[in-house]
């Protein structure tokens, strides 16, 4: 079980109905606002419909001279299967994306998503994860790992221990089901812990963090 204070703050952001304000260096929109294009474009991408905004010359010339503001951090899975820009059907300069196998919130990620919410003024950020993860399915199954990759999957362990308290007895495919999802409000967990600028724009009002699930089959 978490400690109540911080699931609490978790949720409290997550399902928070206040519109999120966005700074002066951002795009100019709400977190709100933000997410239902995201919806929206993924609506898009899996009915086959998808439009591929902000991809012609013009979107790259004005970018080039203007800079980047864009309205989305998105911490993702490395996973190939799982491209943000595709699925949520957006364009140059749309999502600031940040990507890692496992989907994790270790130091390079969060100073990176710091980077998207303080300096480029992104009001939303979207911890992305998905079906079938080979990190998470690798710490699942305790898989002997080498080189680097014993702290990179670090962060999924808490995770896993925790799925694993709350399921007595469950087998490996529904650990490994659970433990995927419950990895999303890890790294939202690690986010909020070791990030007091992300912490602080979300208790402002300036950032909302959400959790969500992409699936392989579905899209």
Not at 171 to 183: F, P
């Amino acid at each position: 079980m978490r400690k109540v204070a911080l699931w609490t703050l978790v949720v409290a952001f997550v399902l928070n109905a206040a519109m999120a304000l966005a700074s002066s260096a951002g795009p100019g929109i709400t977190a709100d606002q933000v997410l239902q294009k995201l919806k929206d474009g993924n609506a898009r991408f899996v009915a086959g419909k998808v439009q591929h905004p902000n991809e012609d010359a013009a979107r790259r010339a004005d970018i080039a001279k203007n800079g980047q503001h864009p309205m989305v951090s998105v911490l993702s899975c490395s996973d190939s299967r799982v491209p943000p820009e595709l699925l949520f059907d957006q364009g140059f300069g749309d999502t600031f994306v940040i990507r890692v196998a496992g989907n994790v919130a270790a130091t390079d990620e969060i100073a990176t998503i710091e980077y998207g919410t303080e300096h480029l003024g992104t009001p939303l950020v979207v911890v992305l994860g998905h079906s079938k993860c080979g990190a998470v399915t690798a710490v699942v199954k305790g898989d002997k790992v080498g080189g680097s990759l014993p702290t990179l999957v670090k962060p999924i362990v808490p995770a896993l221990n925790t799925v694993v308290k709350a399921n007595p007895g469950a087998e490996r495919a529904t650990l490994v089901d659970k433990t995927i999802t419950q990895n999303v409000w890890q790294a939202i967990e690690d986010l909020y812990k070791k990030s007091p600028i992300v912490r602080e724009l979300a208790l402002e009002g300036k950032v909302k963090v959400v959790g969500a699930l992409y699936h392989l089959d579905s899209g």
